[in-house]
């Protein structure tokens, strides 16, 4: 109700309504979820599984839009990993913000990953695994280094913690900090994502004043 007397107050309507549509999912989805006889306990592990295979086909489509670019004008293949394609810019041509799809994909990683540790089928492992790599370059691409922090506790601290024991715990653990650190090398010999996760980053907890070279408000 806030919105809309707020759109109607505002001198620019059709903005004030692009905003608002593309926020409906804040007002729809808990309507939907009350009104539905659905079986959610039942079917919740299915739609966190579709959920995660259409992020892991939108970032498909990401990389294939900006190949598309790449190949149009005659750009070389190295530019597909440099600031032109990372961030904002990757996720363009969906529009929607880089940090809000990185929490998309960071999401759909955890959902494939838990998938995998209780799957027994090998073709469903072998699907899950291609999905979290897909995902996983697509995070590194968005670069949010917010999520991608947050992701790496949650897979090598809560996930052991939550969900195995013994051996189990010991295996995990050693796989997703294998995974960590092989992240790490790839950030750290690719100069685009060096700068974006380590030199930003640094910019962003230095406490002088004259290192921040954007006025960030924030």
Excluded: W
Excluded at 66 to 95: E, G, K, Q, W
Excluded at 114 to 132: D, P, Q, R
Excluded at 144 to 169: E, H, M, Q, T, Y
């Amino acid at each position: 109700i806030l919105g809309a007397a707020c759109i109607v107050y505002s001198p620019d309507k059709p903005e004030g309504i692009n905003i608002a549509g593309k926020q409906l999912a804040i007002l729809i989805m808990p309507v939907i979820f009350a009104l539905t006889s659905l079986d959610l306990e039942k079917y919740q592990l299915h739609l966190c599984k579709f959920f995660a295979f259409t992020c892991t086909l939108t970032i498909l489509y990401l990389y294939a839009d900006a190949l598309r670019v790449i190949l149009y004008f005659h750009l070389p293949m190295s530019s597909l990993f440099s600031l032109i394609f990372m961030n904002h810019n990757f996720c363009l041509p969906i529009d929607i913000h880089a940090t809000y799809m990185s929490l998309y994909v960071a999401f759909a990683i955890i959902i494939f990953s838990y998938c995998l540790s209780f799957e027994k089928k090998t073709s469903a492992k072998y699907f899950y695994v291609a999905c979290i790599c897909i995902l996983s370059i697509g995070l590194l691409q968005l670069s949010s280094r917010a999520v991608f922090i947050a992701l790496l506790l949650v897979i090598n601290i809560a996930f052991p913690l939550l969900l195995f024991k013994g051996k189990k715990r010991v295996r995990f653990s050693i796989i997703s900090l294998g995974l960590s650190l092989a992240l790490f090398f790839v950030i750290s010999n690719i100069d685009a994502f060096k700068v974006r996760y380590f030199n930003e980053l640094k910019k962003d907890l230095a406490n002088k004043a004259e290192l921040v070279e954007i006025n960030e408000p924030r």
